[in-house]
């Protein structure tokens, strides 16, 4: 036996109610991940991580679902911190050849990508809401929770997004 370690943790594989969970959210974390870092690969990173974490942390018990968002949220605000510090640090500029943040997963008809184009060009604050309401299935109040606001002020970002895209998109909703 090992003096100076610290005691051995062995992770057992997940079982069915914590797949059948995964499989029900994951598209939707993945979403809301790639909303937040500046890259898929990054996002991918975040999300593996947090649902690493949260498995962990729960025992095999699915965590609340907007635990998991909020702990998405607070996992990319730190990369992104870091990933800011570090690029003061060496004087260098991020690529700012963005990806798109909605990949659908239909084809590229011009009604699709007028609306990826539009969802993407909503206000960060915005799209998080829209996000977390529409591909998240989040209620109002565990939006306010993930993102740190009322429930009053979820709502209302969620009305200013829809307004938005209308007035972006105006005859291509109908």
């Not at 992104?80 to 700012?96: H, L, M, P, V, W």
């Not at 798109?100 to 008809?109: I, Q």
């Amino acid at each position: 036996m090992r003096k100076d370690a610290g005691p051995i943790v062995q992770i057992s594989p997940p079982n069915e109610v914590w797949q059948r969970w995964l499989a029900e959210c994951s598209e939707s974390f993945f979403l809301y991940a790639r909303q937040q870092p500046r890259c898929t690969a990054d996002a991918e990173d975040v999300l593996q991580e947090v649902l690493f974490e949260t498995w962990r942390k729960a025992g095999g018990i699915p965590p609340d679902t907007a635990l998991a968002f909020a702990t998405i949220r607070r996992r990319a605000m730190d990369l992104a911190r870091g990933t800011q510090r570090r690029a003061i640090r060496e004087n260098a500029s991020i690529d700012e050849t963005a990806e798109p943040f909605f990949l659908p997963e239909f084809g590229a008809s011009d009604t699709h990508t007028q609306f990826a184009q539009a969802v993407g060009g909503l206000l960060e604050h915005l799209r998080e809401v829209l996000t977390l309401r529409i591909w998240g299935g989040l209620s109002f109040p565990e939006i306010g929770r993930v993102t740190g606001v009322s429930e009053n002020t979820a709502a209302s970002r969620h009305r200013y997004a829809l307004e938005q895209l209308r007035e972006t998109l105006g005859k291509v909703l109908k």
